[in-house]
């Protein structure tokens, strides 16, 4: 949990009511001749639209201008969500500044998402990841079995090892780095930078060791289990042993989307009921 | 229609290959015997690649067979017992509906090969999905 996630959660329960009272207004006939002028629901759904034919307009003269667009709606989203896509401040009060900005529109996209299936009417306790008791039990039985030296390795901040070691390692959800091109392309590999971009790979930072590798686990059917360094008192990690499954259904398809990915479609979905986009409230976060 | 289980337990008498440098593994074990079953298939006529470290995943590499992309991955975690994975990886293969022959045939030469060998014990195939389970079969191949 990052300082700033409580805050975003609630910012996002303020514009989701903020939101549904602006449908409300929209509803209510007399709304147009109660607000001071401009200012009613359906004056700003006609300034909205307004802008959207001016947009059209634009679009049609530029056509590549959408794309720029898009790229550049998309650089801001990832950006305000994912600490490591903008540079640490220089001192610490600036780096506290910038993590609680990040934590804030991360709450508010989780506030966001975590109540679509309810409606928006319900604000369920934040859930970044599903199942997430099986992560918890990652180390139950080799708790149980007295390896207290692997349980604590297990604990320790999940890092990366071999070819994927300064890269970040984590699961390629889309495209594996098994599959291969058409042949017309050659039939080797995927390029590197499709591979690892943050819309293709689950990242498991901020997980432990042992919390990394049931998740894995739980959303790779190829990913059994780890071998553990030779002065523990067991050899490896095994997600059968832990009663670990691969995960199946909404769960594998939440867990296996990269954050990036979520935060796009968050954003989307967010946008297009008005969430996103508007004014900010002075600060550094959206 | 044919149903293939694609990935594979079993027990092999090989060193402990994993590599550490200050107490943290540097390579995860499996590369001799990746090696080995490379080996194997290259014996059946097969053109395989060299094994290359994949993290706790282990080794992988892939080959070809009658035109089909292939991939093998082996992964250990355990004293002698190992996890083998197999793929299809030629493009637009996981949106097939069965699998082609040539990777059906794959399956039966690797598990003809791997039970030729007596390094090689108690070789078991599933379904992937099944491997965490432990309810696997005595060949790959089901009609």
């Known amino acids: ?286 | 229609m044919v149903k293939i289980y694609p990935s594979a337990e079993f027990d092999a008498d090989f060193p402990d290959d994993m590599v550490e440098e200050d107490g943290e593994i540097a390579l995860f074990p499996g590369r001799n015997v990746a090696e080995a079953i490379a080996d194997l298939l290259r014996r059946a006529g097969l053109t395989p690649g060299e094994p290359t470290h994949q993290g706790e995943h282990g080794w992988v590499f892939d080959t070809k067979f009658k035109e089909r992309a292939l991939w093998i991955q082996v992964t250990t975690f355990e004293d002698q017992h190992f996890y083998m994975d197999t793929e299809d990886t030629t493009f637009m293969s996981r949106f097939l509906r069965a699998p082609k022959a040539a990777y059906v045939e794959f399956l039966v030469v690797l598990n003809r090969e791997i039970n030729a060998d007596s390094r090689f014990r108690n070789l078991t195939w599933f379904a992937a999905k099944d491997l965490k389970r432990n309810n696997g079969m005595a060949t790959p191949v089901e009609d």
Do not use: C
């Not at chain 1, 629901?41 to 034919?53: E, H, I, P, R, S």
């Not at chain 1, 998309?74 to 009060?93: C, E, I, M, Q, R």
């Not at chain 1, 080797?188 to 689950?202: E, T």
């Not at chain 1, 190829?222 to 067991?234: D, H, I, M, T, W």
């Open chain 1, 1 to 286: 949990m990052v300082a700033g996630n409580a805050a975003g959660v609630n910012r996002g329960a303020v514009h989701m009511a903020e939101d549904l009272a602006f449908l409300n207004r929209l509803a209510d006939p007399s709304d147009r001749f109660e607000s001071p002028p401009g200012t009613s629901a359906g004056a700003q759904l006609a300034d909205a639209g307004k802008a959207l034919v001016d947009y059209g307009g634009s679009v049609w003269a530029n056509p590549h201008r959408v794309f720029d667009d898009l790229q550049s709606g998309a650089n801001k989203v990832y950006a305000g969500l994912v600490p490591s896509a903008t540079p640490t401040a220089d001192t610490f009060a600036g780096e506290v500044g910038r993590m609680y900005g990040i934590g804030k529109n991360q709450g508010e996209l989780a506030a966001n998402i975590a109540s679509l299936p309810a409606g928006g009417e319900a604000l369920g306790p934040l859930r970044t990841l599903r199942g997430a008791s099986q992560l918890r039990k990652a180390t139950r039985y080799l708790d149980e079995a007295g390896h207290l030296d692997a349980v604590a390795y297990l604990e320790k901040p999940y890092r990366t090892t071999g070819p994927a070691k300064g890269r970040g390692k984590g699961d390629h959800a889309v495209l594996k780095e098994r599959d291969r091109l058409p042949k017309i392309l050659g039939g080797g590999p995927w390029p590197r930078s499709i591979l690892d971009s943050p819309f293709n790979r689950v990242q498991f930072k901020g997980l432990t060791q042992g919390q990394a590798y049931a998740l894995h686990a739980m959303i790779d059917d190829r990913s059994y289990g780890a071998r553990l360094p030779n002065n523990l008192s067991v050899k490896g990690w095994s997600a059968r042993k832990a009663g670990i499954d691969t995960q199946t259904g909404f769960d594998r398809a939440w867990n296996r989307t990269p954050e990036a990915t979520k935060t796009l479609m968050g954003s989307l979905v967010g946008g297009a009921v008005g969430t996103t986009g508007e004014a900010l409230d002075g600060d550094e976060s959206w």
